[in-house]
């Protein structure tokens, strides 16, 4: 089946510092990259969608130059959490669309990245 | 009308028991309905989807029922086991979303053995 990785898998950061999370898809080529984030006994919640080779669309609420994301290639995405604070301790998540990004296409789902923010 | 709900948020059943997951959408447009499981920190890995073509679907020990009329689909969960004590997410996707996923609540299952 499709494979989904992220890096780091954990990360401990002092606030005021920047993050870099990674988003992979490793046997299939994803036009459409999802990010959410997860607090803790919580469903997930999107921050962006994220298409190769053009801006990112945030969801309502989601500071974009907080979270700066990047869809360089099919393959990889990136979300960096710049000037980090504690309240931006979460697990973070990535998914990937199987296909061509069309409303029924198969979603799968990075292992996550748990940021802590001293 | 974009909101899955999701029910119960939590639920507790003997090994070798049925585990029922319920949803309901009022999003009319939605054509995907997919169901996550969800392991202590780790990410969701993908069940079982159903579209609404057809009003069951199974896999294995996991069966989605679809009830295109109510807007409502359920996730049964045959001679549950001790390892399948996790979240369970459902979602929906379609219409305008391109391809994002609306999600459920979550129920935490434990199956006791």
């Known amino acids: 089946g499709a494979v989904v990785s992220q890096h780091p898998s954990r990360v401990i950061c002092k606030s005021g510092t920047s993050v870099k999370i990674e988003c992979r898809s490793l046997d299939f080529q994803a036009t459409t990259m999802f990010w959410y984030r997860q607090f803790p006994k919580q469903s997930l919640m999107l921050m962006a969608t994220?298409?190769?080779?053009?801006?990112?669309?945030?969801e309502q609420g989601v500071e974009k130059d907080k979270f700066l994301i990047n869809h360089a290639s099919l393959t990889l995405s990136t979300l960096t959490v710049t000037s980090a604070h504690p309240e931006d301790s979460s697990f973070y998540i990535c998914s990937a669309n199987s296909r061509a990004g069309g409303s029924t296409d198969t979603q799968y789902f990075g292992p996550g990245t748990r940021l802590t923010v001293l | 009308q974009q909101q899955v709900k999701q029910s119960p948020q939590s639920l507790i059943v003997q090994k070798g028991g049925i585990s029922i997951i319920n949803c309901a959408y009022e999003?009319?447009?939605?054509?995907?309905f997919p169901w996550y499981q969800q392991f202590p920190g780790k990410g969701p890995a993908l069940l079982i989807a159903?579209?609404?073509?057809?009003s069951e679907k199974k896999e294995g020990r996991f069966t989605i029922s679809f009830n295109k009329s109510a807007k409502q689909f359920s996730l049964h969960i045959m001679d549950s086991q001790p390892g399948d004590s996790a979240t369970y997410f459902c979602a929906a996707a379609g219409g305008t979303s391109y391809g994002k996923l609306t999600f459920g609540q979550g129920t935490i299952l434990t199956v006791h053995p």
């Open positions: 994220s298409n190769e080779g053009s801006k990112a669309t945030y």
């Open positions: 999003n009319t447009a939605f054509d995907y």
């Open positions: 159903i579209r609404p073509d057809v």
